[in-house]
């Protein structure tokens, strides 16, 4: 019995209740909350839902509580239920209704966790999005992880999920990028605020490689090259570093496009024409401030030439013409005022604000020996994703990212995450996987525990229940991860389940497999299928964060 399940008996419980002592059940909830009490004394489950309701039906929530845990005693799945306080309710399951959560793992093996709450909706998910003018660096590289991660997580609460990458192939940083390339291969010094590094050095010698007399060209004539074959180098390279990560997209969006399509016009004369558009002092404006945002935007300069909004108001609306009922932006530290005036550009188009979402993700620091790490080997004034990788791997590259709240600065520490123990995270998940998978291997040398049935009613040890009750959160957390847009979530789930797994699987009395000559029990053959749901779910849950769950360690 998960706790989904239990909320459900408790809900058809108190109906049952209310309607026999004359009491109205439309008072109740549409979902009760179920929880486990901090202290495993209290119970295995605990719910205030007499407290919530009592006033509404006219009755003493200590009384409703009393009612409640009688004709929870009387059911199969329940072994005590005490009231506590003003009204909580303390409950205790029986072991064969826990162990039928083991069942359930079984059955629905790398599905279990999966729901279909958002069966239906399509989302759109932009993410990375890095400019085409140098490696990935570690602010986009945290979103690589966590917006891959929350785009798995979406997919598996039944959302049509396209993962969607901004590029950003127009405007002053591509022309930079392409005078810092001229300057890196005719040895001229990098122009003002342009790009340095060695990777401008490789780019441009390639270029000069594969178009020989390039340098003798018309100034313009060249600049536009190595503009359009620099774009390509990078971007390849870009892609490539993802891919090689394990962050992939459905969708490659050109900037550019808008303005060659004259989406951005097209969107601008809408604009005009509905009003929200307003000239002053020469340029024109969005009047963003009368629908939330901070302050009106400017989206025509007055030399004519569009802001960067422009192009942001024409992609929005591209979006939701292709169809998405939810479009959801993962943007950097820097980037708090696109808030306000995407939902601003949503609302003036006439759409609900609620379809734009912008999540903001917050600096990553590098540290080793307790030491910021601050510079790349090939891109010399910032960490890139190839730097992470290389220093401590994909895997944990991956964890690292995502265990945190993307909301929240993020050291890293590189000595922690190489360590082959314990105290590194995700090799804490990953042993616990390959453990369990050591012991379905040797189980797979008696043939009896194809043909012994398992009794769950003996996981009667506080070591079984506590690991069972774990599995039996996972679709809650998966649930609550997809909701709040909050992968780490998952990551600190795993680490709770690897935490409950160890007392059990150290627990030398709590024996998985038979000694010397034993036959094979009902018991082993329970503790087997405890074994093997706690191995799908550190499965299931990994996969949800890219990261692997390896069957040796």
Sequence with gaps: MTPADLADLLHATAAKVLVERGLDPAVLPDEVTVERPRNPEHGDYATNLAMRVAKKAGANPRELATWLAEALDATDAVAAAEVAGPGFLNIRLAASAQGAILEQVRSAGAAYGTAETLSGTKINLEFVSANPTGPVHLGGTRWAAVGDALGRILDAQGADVVREYYFNDHGAQIDRFAESLVAAATGAPTPEKGYAGAYIGEIADKIVAEHPGVLEIEPDARLERFRAE?????????KKTLHDFGTDFDVYFNESSLF??????????????????????????????????DQDRVVIKSDGNAAYIAGDIAYFQN????????????LGADHHGYIGRLKA????????????????GQMVNLLRDGVAVRMSKRAGTVVTLDDLVEAI?????????????????LDIDLDLWTKQ????????????????????????????????????????????????RTIGEFPRVVAGAASLREPHRIARYLEELAGAYHPFQTNKSLRV??????????TNVA??????????????????????????M
């Excluded at 979006?319 to 993962?330: A, P, V």
């Excluded at 003036?348 to 609620?354: E, N, T």
């Excluded at 497999?513 to 009902?522: A, C, F, I, R």
Aim: aromatic letters at 8%; proline letters at 5%; hydrophobic letters at 45%.
């Design 230 to 238: 620099g774009v390509e180098l990078m971007f390849a390279h870009i």
């Design 260 to 293: 060659a399509s004259g989406a951005v016009d097209e969107a601008v004369n809408t604009l005009k024409n509905s009003g929200d558009l307003y000239e002053k002092d020469g340029a024109w404006w969005i009047a963003s401030s009368e629908y939330g945002d």
């Design 319 to 330: 979006k939701r013409s292709r169809g998405f009922d939810l479009c959801i932006y993962m």
């Design 345 to 360: 550009a949503a609302a003036a188009f006439g759409d609900d604000p609620a379809t734009v979402e912008v999540l903001i």
């Design 393 to 409: 791997g994909v895997d944990a590259a991956r964890y690292s990212l995502v265990r945190s709240s993307a909301n929240s600065s």
């Design 421 to 468: 123990d314990s105290v590194n995270p995700v090799y804490y998940v990953q042993y616990a996987h390959a453990r369990a998978a050591s012991i379905g291997r040797n189980a797979a040398e008696f043939p009896e525990y194809g043909t012994v049935e398992p009794d769950f009613a003996l996981l009667t040890a506080d070591e079984e229940g506590a690991l069972i």
């Design 513 to 522: 497999l038979p000694l010397g000559d034993e036959p094979v029990s009902p």
């Design 527 to 552: 503790r087997l299928a405890l074994v093997n749901a706690t191995k799908q779910v550190l499965a299931n849950g990994l996969a949800l964060l890219g990261v692997s769950a390896p069957e040796r």
